[in-house]
């Protein structure tokens, strides 16, 4: 190798040697040297999200009515950054502040602190929003301690007052509606973690439950977002965006308030005439249905609470008596989430299912007071013999025994405990027709669906139960070990997962483990009277936007059909139209000027009160009207109210009195909630300040 190749080496050898030295001194700097420096720089540029809510839309009746609105309120807001800079951070000026609003401490302090500061078991009140904006500890502050409060800043630094929206439901013509409206408050940990499929942002307030919760996402609005950032010590620099919020759209409903509030009278009435009889009448619901398109015209729950209870604060105690079964539950929506047996008003179904099985609806049947099936009698109501009837005034009357036996034949045709591989099952399959075991698909959070108790039920419930029923002595309570319930278990035990004889008969009257809610059964003779169309009820007709444009429209939606013929309908019409003229319903209708058709029932129930004394039965009134041309359908149920027709169809006559403006037995046209007869399909103007129509 020349002096010239070497030479060229030594440089290339010195040139990478530079090189490693200078990038090794390089990250030196970066990792230990400057390190402070850019930990500084990395700290100084973080950013905040500061979430302003929007205004919620209103939510009118079908006039246009406010169900919800907003009003002003004055809130005493905290400023944390301000009270963190404090030697005690903030701790004096809190006291000060809770003592002057004559609040607790406790309560002002957790308010004001990030849910994150909190330990996990004390979250409840914890501030869901960012520290740098203001958190309000009242919303509803007096006007003179407001004043107080800005013009003493030096003794109240970081306290700020307010204008804010508040939520309110103005209750007009007396109107609750509370299960319907639903209420809001803040969003949770659970909702910002998108557990429920919905995109939330800190301190908004959001829909619970109700129509409130259904539609939140029109009603909420686009929150504006103010991002700021800040420097180490978490003061803020500059501003880098301020989107202003963006208002929610409006809801217009098909409740209307005049309705609403009598179909509310009319069930608290029907709670105390079964109290004022001796029954508990523990709760109640009722329902008006426009069997044409499946709008909810009005629906009632008993017991109820004040919509407005949420933003004026709930107690520990006011949040415990809402789900107490001492109060027997106000927070429960019994049209929706009361499972009850149907008791007679299920005889509709019935029919359907003998007509199926070819039985003639024209013939003559035996009532007797007492029907043998094995070993049991199974008696008539009241025990009574009403001889050889037809089936239509059996309907009217609603004998029981006649049924037992058209049940019991059906059930030894399929086998009895020893059923076909392919039994007909014309009862079950005319109440799956009827869609008994599905939800009615109402546009409503919690909806239960109600239990078919039919073969595949059964089975899936003694797989379930079997274990408790085989070995009843050593799993079942003291005060359950009488001699009838040992040998309930001891036969479940054995056959439990079979249908027997019992359980076949009592299918038929609507007794046994069938269960239904309020608004299925308003479903189902919604159905019954517009000639078999199952219609999805709807509370929602439309959102509108805050310009007036109509966003969306909630349509009628058929969800199926009755597995009936029209001949069979036919009949069961005019058998519904017998009981209210000449059956079970005469007393409460008697001279009432309009034609409505219906079903009483009367549920007995299995079990005791809280006090030791038995449960009373069921009141069932289900109907529908004008029967010519029917419009409405209208259900009324009392738990533990006794008789149907002199509880619940007394109630349902009051509903139709407002309905077609009756007073004793004259009609006055000008007195109907709707003149025409019909429910208005147009959506309304809609304002604050609407007013209540009155009618002429």
């Known amino acids: ?133 203001p958190i309000p500890i009242t919303k509803e502050a007096d006007p003179e301690i407001a004043l107080q409060i800005v013009e003493r800043t030096n003794q109240f630094p970081g306290i700020g007052a307010t204008p804010v929206a508040i939520r309110n439901y103005p209750s007009y013509a007396g109107v609750n509606a509370a299960h319907e409206l639903g209420y809001i408050g803040p969003v949770t940990e659970a909702d910002l973690s998108g557990i429920n499929g919905r995109t939330y942002y800190r301190s908004e307030t959001i829909g619970k439950t109700g129509l409130e919760y259904q539609y939140d996402s029109f009603l909420r ?74 709008q909810i015209l009005a629906m009632a729950s008993y017991p109820t609470y004040d919509p407005n209870a949420w933003e004026k604060g709930l107690s520990v105690k006011d949040a415990r008596a809402l789900f107490s079964e001492k109060n027997n539950v106000p927070a429960l929506s019994r049209p929706l989430q009361g499972l ?89 399959k005319a109440a799956e027709g009827f869609q008994v075991n599905k939800k009615t698909g109402i546009d409503m959070p919690s909806e239960l669906s109600g239990r078919l108790a039919n073969r595949q039920w059964r089975n899936a419930w003694y797989a379930e139960n079997k274990d408790f029923y085989c070995n009843y002595k050593d799993r079942a309570a003291k005060n359950q070990l009488t001699p009838f319930l040992i040998e309930l278990a001891r036969e479940n035990c054995l056959d439990g997962d079979k249908i027997r004889a019992g359980d076949a008969v009592n299918f038929s009257i609507g007794q046994g483990d069938t269960v239904i809610t309020p608004l299925k059964l308003t479903q189902m003779y919604a159905a019954i009277a517009n000639g078999g169309k199952i219609l999805r009820p709807s509370v929602a007709k439309a959102v509108v936007s805050t310009d007036g444009r109509v966003i969306k429209k909630i349509s009628a939606k058929q969800l199926g059909t009755l597995p009936a013929t029209q001949t069979t309908l036919n009949f069961l019409q005019d058998a519904l139209r017998e009981a209210v003229t000449a059956g079970t319903a005469t007393g409460a209708f008697a001279g009432f000027p309009v034609a409505i058709s219906g079903k009483t029932g009367t549920a007995q129930v299995f079990g005791r009160n809280a006090n030791g004394t038995l449960k009373a039965d069921t009141s069932w009134f289900a109907s529908y009207g004008p029967t010519q041309n029917p419009r409405y359908a209208v259900v009324m149920m009392v738990s533990q109210g006794g008789f149907g027709a002199s509880v619940s169809g007394v109630g349902v006559r009051k509903i139709y009195e407002t309905l077609f403006g009756v007073t004793g037995s004259k009609v006055d046209p000008a007195k109907a909630i709707f003149p025409d007869g019909k429910p208005p399909i147009k959506i309304p103007k809609i304002s604050p300040s609407t007013k209540v129509k009155e009618s002429k």
């Not at 002096?3 to 970066?30: D, E």
């Not at 301000?82 to 006291?95: C, E, H, M």
């Not at 109501?381 to 049940?407: E, H, M, N, P």
């Open 1 to 133: 190798m020349n002096q010239r190749v070497r030479l060229s080496l030594l440089v290339v050898q010195i040139f990478v040697l530079t090189l490693m030295v200078a990038l090794l001194g390089r990250l030196f700097y970066l990792q230990v040297a400057a390190a402070p420096k850019y930990k500084d720089a990395a700290l100084s540029i973080q950013s905040r999200d500061v979430i302003n809510p929007a205004i919620r839309g209103l939510i009118v009746d079908s006039s246009g009515v406010p169900l919800a609105l907003n009003r002003v309120g004055l809130a005493i807001t905290v400023d944390r950054i301000a009270l963190d800079k404090q030697s005690d951070k903030g701790a004096i000026v809190l006291a000060s502040v809770s003592n002057l609003l004559g609040l607790a401490y406790a309560d002002v302090y957790r308010a004001t602190r990030l849910c994150g500061e909190l330990p996990k078991n004390d979250k409840a009140g914890c501030w869901t929003g960012s520290r740098y904006q």
């Open 221 to 294: 609005g686009t929150p504006g977002i103010r991002t700021v950032i800040v420097d180490r010590k978490e003061s803020i620099t500059r501003e880098s965006q301020n989107t202003a919020p963006i208002g929610g759209n409006h809801l217009v409903t098909s409740l209307d308030v005049r309705l609403q509030a009598s179909v509310e009278s009319a069930l608290s009435d029907a709670v105390g005439r079964a109290r004022a009889s001796g029954y508990p009448g523990d709760s109640g619901a009722a329902i008006v249905m426009d069997v044409r398109n499946g």
């Open 340 to 428: 009850f047996a149907p008791a007679s008003t299920f005889k509709s179904v019935s029919v359907v299912a003998a007509a199926n099985a070819g039985y003639n609806l024209n013939a003559i049947y035996n009532c007797p007071s007492e029907t043998q099936i094995g070993n049991r009698a199974f008696q008539n109501f009241d025990s009574k013999a009403l001889g050889r009837i037809s089936l239509k005034k059996g309907i009217a009357v609603s004998c029981d025994t006649l049924w037992y036996q058209i049940a019991y034949d059906e059930w030894v045709r399929d086998g009895g405990l020893r059923p076909k591989s392919d039994p007909n099952d014309y009862f079950f």
